[in-house]
């Protein structure tokens, strides 16, 4: 009995479905594509673009100052540099100052922008690729513009701060060796000079052990001066090699138009989809709980009261 009531309800709500399918079809697609037409009609947003080439000079390779790649490309470890930049109210304010923009500019207001239109990623290993979204285009050449130039002025900063932090470990680490080094070498020479020539010292296990300390201490010295030494020599090359690390490959200017359907049109059409869906299934089942009238076999003999005897086939099967 309930499977019977369950497909004669199944069976009315198909019915009352396939007798209004034109009507619900044609709304169910006029609605969200007048939606999406209208979106796209009043939208004015345009793209903004650029193209950045990031690298790594030979000459700093294998130097201190070379970024820890951890198996990323030069542009990757570029836009990850630029994305943790963007966060910050320094930035933001140099992006401000170059700019130049009309009337004042809040900066939180201007991260919040640049976090949802500003698109960064890479295009293959060392091109950078910035994509910046804006109903003004002018305004949004000059952001971008901005933001390349303060991002090639935080990147020399942060070039620059590294060289300090090396310069600083390894002027202490040289320091400290140095010291290390006279101390070995006077406590060799103090106790050679306590303890006679050097025909009694010579098989002295005492003055073997300092004077082979004193000389591992030399040795760490001169290593760590000729590490110094080529250090200075790539802190030398830094500022000519500086604009080879990120340079400007495209100019920020306005892209051709072209349809997006990735953008919040589309977006509008699906919820409009969404909510006529919901409108035409509420629409067939309040038409089916209304509509008394007998649509199913099953309903005839429940209505009347009558039990079915058979089934008999049509006679005339093929319509002769």
Do not use: C
């Amino acid at each position: 009995m309930v499977s019977d009531t369950v497909g004669g309800v199944l069976h009315r709500l198909l019915d009352v479905t396939f007798q209004y399918l034109g009507w619900l079809l044609a709304v169910l697609i006029a609605v969200p594509g007048v939606v999406l037409g209208i979106g796209l009609s009043v939208d004015r947003t345009q793209q903004v673009t650029a193209r950045l080439w990031a690298n790594t000079p030979a000459v700093l390779a294998d130097s201190p100052y070379a970024q820890p790649a951890n198996g990323k490309t030069p542009a990757d470890q570029q836009v990850d540099l630029l994305a943790e930049l963007l966060t910050t109210d320094s930035f933001i304010g140099s992006i401000v100052r170059e700019a130049k923009l009309d009337g004042p500019t809040d900066p939180i207001a201007l991260r919040d922008d640049l976090k949802k239109n500003l698109y960064i990623g890479s295009e293959g290993p060392h091109v950078i690729l910035l994509i910046y979204a804006t109903s003004r285009p002018d305004r949004g050449v000059a952001l971008t513009k901005a933001v390349v130039t303060a991002f090639q002025q935080a990147q020399q900063s942060v070039q620059e701060g590294q060289i300090s932090i090396a310069d600083e470990a390894l002027t202490s680490q040289l320091r400290t060796a140095r010291k290390e080094m006279d101390d070995a070498v006077a406590a060799a020479q103090q106790y050679r000079a306590a303890h006679g020539p050097d025909t009694l010292v010579a098989t002295d296990a005492t003055y073997q052990s300092l004077r082979l300390l004193a000389n591992l201490k030399i040795e760490n010295y001169n290593n760590l001066q000729a590490q110094a030494d080529k250090a200075t020599q790539y802190q030398s090359a830094i500022p000519a090699v500086q604009p080879g690390v990120l340079r400007i490959l495209d100019q920020p200017q306005v892209a051709p138009w072209q349809l997006n359907l990735r953008g919040n049109q589309t977006k509008n059409a699906l919820l409009a989809l969404l909510a006529i869906l919901a409108l035409e299934l509420m629409f067939v089942y309040n038409v089916t709980r209304r509509d008394q009238r007998i649509r199913t076999t099953n309903e005839v003999f429940t209505t009347l009261g009558l039990l079915p005897l058979g089934a008999v086939p049509n006679p005339n099967p093929k319509g002769k």
